[in-house]
């Protein structure tokens, strides 16, 4: 793979700093995926609490699916009670970026994207401070 470098030094560096930055993007992804995990489909979108879910139905969707792990690895995760960040809530959280970005990069190399290195730039910042959209760029870019 040409840009394989790229994405192994971006890993690397995603790993490293697993335990050195939390952003309130945690709190707000962790509260998504109790929204997503407790409530009925029709319920997800309701007004109510700091962060309710703003984003589109297959952002949605994505964290309902990153839900069925969570309950798994930290079941506070999915509780829509205040949370209390774990390490291995945090680790879940950082885990299941990389995760997604290797799904959307596997499918914009399969796709032949010819603006791979960019693509792989952006994971690397956009990562760092945690997002899921470099998957919906893999998808429906």
Request: net charge negative; proline share 5%; hydrophobic share 50%.
């Amino acid at each position: 793979m040409k840009y394989g470098w790229l994405i192994a030094s971006s890993w690397c560096l995603k790993i490293l700093v697993f335990p050195a930055y939390r952003s309130t993007d945690f709190d707000v992804h962790r509260n998504w995926l109790a929204i997503t995990y407790s409530r009925n489909l029709d319920q997800w979108y309701e007004e109510g609490g700091a962060w309710p879910l703003d984003y589109p139905i297959l952002f949605a969707v994505l964290e309902r699916l990153l839900a069925q792990f969570a309950i798994i690895i930290e079941p506070t995760l999915v509780d829509e009670a205040p949370w209390q960040p774990t390490w291995s809530g945090l680790a879940f959280h950082r885990s299941t970026v990389l995760l997604t970005e290797l799904f959307g990069l596997f499918i914009w190399y399969r796709l032949g994207c010819p603006w791979f290195a960019v693509l792989a730039s952006l994971f690397i910042v956009d990562h760092i401070h945690f997002q899921y959209n470099g998957i919906l760029l893999g998808i429906f870019g």
